[in-house]
Every structure is written in structure tokens, then in C-alpha cells.
């Protein structure tokens, strides 16, 4: 800095300009961590309401392996061999109770933020299609156990589950819950 001040201050400069001359001029439309060029205009423009479509294809690589896509039809060949109702299992062959998952489920959403009847329709939608419902973090209600449906209790990052003030499992509350007494 003493000796060629101004390249010496040249450097820092060079140092806080370099994400922006690598984002703008080196990395291409589809490299960018960890959102990509296209996707980030994508939500500008709809962030701005403006037209978000592209016409004219892509500039991904659709050939590449690991790329996906869903293709649409109207009338699909196969409608009546598909499978209507797909399902996952969870647990192998040394598991003593797997769990037969619909791919469909009602996402997490916690009960201090809907209400109680919603609460119940959200259940007894699950037990009709035969798949779970996630409590999300507002912890179990008798308003989740009421239609019968599946039930995932998220106690992971509940405050209204079963945790101490200082946020530690308590195995006691978790016990208490009518799930258990069943």
C-alpha cells in the first residue's frame, strides 16, 4: 500500500466487484448456486408482475441425464391400466409396521393457524383419499384425531408438541397425547 498505493487499493476493489463480474460475465444463464440466472429473472418478473414466460424451448440441457419433465396429453393411451391410487412404503422387509404412504398428503399446517373446523375437513379429506395428515407445528389436537384419518405428528420443531420450556424432547408430554392412549 505504501510503496503502489493505488494498485494496492485497486485490489480491494477488484476483491468487492468479483462476485458481480462473475455472475454478470463468466457463469452462464443455467450455472449460478444456488439459484440459477433464468430462475432468479423468473421471480423478478413476477415479483414485478411482468411477463414471465420464454418463448422459443430452453436453454437447459433436456437430454442430459438427471433432467426431468412431465409431458401432458389429453388423453393419455394407458388411462384405465394406471395406477389411481399410487402409493410408497416405508420400512424393508425387517420392518415390524410399514407404513403403505399415499404420494398425496395434506402438508403441514398448524393448527394455530387455521381453525378448528378447518382442522377437522383437512382430516376427513385424508381418511376419505387414504392418506396422512401433517399437523405441522401447532402440535396434535383432538380436531386431528376426530375423522380418523392418518396422522403425522411433527414434534421435531413443534413448541406445542411435546417439548420443555428449553425446547428439549419430553417424553412424558408425548405420552400424555390421546394418540398414545388409544
Given at each position: ?51 414471465d414466460t420464454m418463448p ?58 387455521l381453525s378448528s373446523n ?29 375423522h380418523g384419518g392418518d ?32
Amino acid at each position: 500500500m505504501r510503496i503502489y498505493p493505488v494498485f494496492g487499493r485497486l485490489r480491494y476493489f477488484m476483491e468487492d466487484i468479483r462476485p458481480k463480474v462473475y455472475q454478470y460475465f463468466i457463469e452462464s444463464d443455467t450455472d449460478g448456486r444456488p439459484i440459477n440466472r433464468i430462475d432468479r429473472n423468473t421471480i423478478y418478473q413476477r415479483s414485478k408482475k411482468d411477463n414471465d414466460t420464454m418463448p422459443f424451448g430452453t436453454q437447459m440441457d433436456v437430454y442430459a441425464e438427471g433432467y426431468e419433465w412431465t409431458c401432458h396429453s389429453v388423453s393419455p393411451k394407458n388411462f384405465h391400466d394406471m395406477d389411481h391410487n399410487p402409493r410408497i412404503i416405508f420400512g424393508n422387509k425387517d420392518c415390524l409396521q410399514p407404513y403403505n404412504a399415499s404420494i398425496y398428503n395434506v402438508s403441514a399446517m398448524s393448527y394455530g393457524s387455521l381453525s378448528s373446523n378447518a382442522i377437522e375437513a383437512l382430516n376427513a379429506g385424508a381418511k376419505i383419499g387414504g392418506f396422512a395428515h401433517n399437523t405441522g407445528e401447532g402440535g396434535l389436537s383432538p380436531y386431528h384425531l376426530k375423522h380418523g384419518g392418518d396422522i403425522i405428528w411433527q414434534i421435531g420443531t413443534g413448541y406445542f408438541g411435546c417439548r420443555t420450556d428449553d425446547g428439549n424432547f419430553d417424553e412424558h408430554l408425548l405420552l400424555k397425547k390421546p394418540l398414545f392412549q388409544m
